[in-house]
């Protein structure tokens, strides 16, 4: 399975915007980025996933780097609701059997100060 | 509409011991998941389900077996409870089949204490 890597933990302010890196060098041009997020005693709540471009919704943008090696979840405006741990993950774009499972590493801690 | 619903939410087991956890999804999903998370580590695979009638080992398969009763219900069997296999379950589901790609749905989790 294609890995990723992300920060520990990181640390934001309130209402201020916050970049959460993610580096996939060994990515395949089949597999989708999709990111989740966990708030503390929660199960993982799906955010946003992407290709190849830059993706929008509600509750972030996905920043996809034009070689996809890496990307970047933006939260525009963080909140104390944001805290949680957010994990980048890969997963194939084939169908079928255990392609396209979701492996959980142990993702980025973000703290909101308010 | 519930989404992904867990029972128990907490259980405390004795070595050797033997329970089911159960999980139901009312999405008309067609996969369904079983996740274990430790303390301070990521999710772990225990076993899925691509569709009602199949299911497939993940990563961490010892000690568990599942049943994927109809399309709504999915459970996880310990047979013979371990203190290795304290930890927090979580169910999932999503819609598979040519929906493939659309996300996953978490329930809240089951805390499961081994002694």
């Known amino acids: 399975d294609a890995k990723t890597t992300q920060p520990n933990s990181m640390e934001s302010n309130e209402e201020e915007p916050v970049h959460l890196p993610c580096n996939h060098s060994?990515?395949?041009?089949?597999?989708?980025i999709h990111w989740y997020r966990q708030l503390p005693s929660q199960g993982p709540e799906y955010v946003i996933h992407?290709?190849?471009s830059n993706v929008n919704n509600r509750m972030a943008s996905l920043a996809i780097a034009e070689d996809r090696k890496s990307s970047t979840l933006i939260l525009h405006r963080a909140t104390l609701r944001d805290a949680a741990v957010y994990y980048c993950i890969l997963r194939e774009g084939n169908y079928g059997g255990s392609q396209g499972n979701l492996i959980f590493g142990k993702g980025t801690k973000l703290s909101v100060k308010p | 509409n519930a989404g992904v619903t867990q029972t128990p939410k907490f259980q405390v087991l004795k070595t050797g011991q033997s329970m089911t956890l159960q999980c139901a999804q009312d999405m008309n999903h067609n996969s369904m998941y079983w996740y274990r998370q430790d303390p301070g580590m990521g999710l772990r695979l225990i076993y899925y389900?691509?569709?009602?009638?199949?299911?497939d080992k993940g990563e961490v398969p010892n000690g568990y077996n599942v049943s994927r009763l109809n399309k709504r219900e999915f459970s996880l069997r310990l047979e013979s409870a371990a203190p290795s296999q304290t930890s927090v379950y979580f169910c999932?589901?999503?819609?598979?089949?040519?929906?493939?790609?659309?996300?996953?749905?978490f329930g809240s989790g089951t805390r499961l204490t081994v002694v």
């Open positions: 389900s691509a569709s009602e009638g199949t299911t």
């Open positions: 992407g290709l190849t």
């Open positions: 999932a589901s999503r819609k598979g089949g040519q929906g493939w790609n659309y996300g996953y749905t």
């Open positions: 060994t990515i395949s041009g089949t597999d989708y």
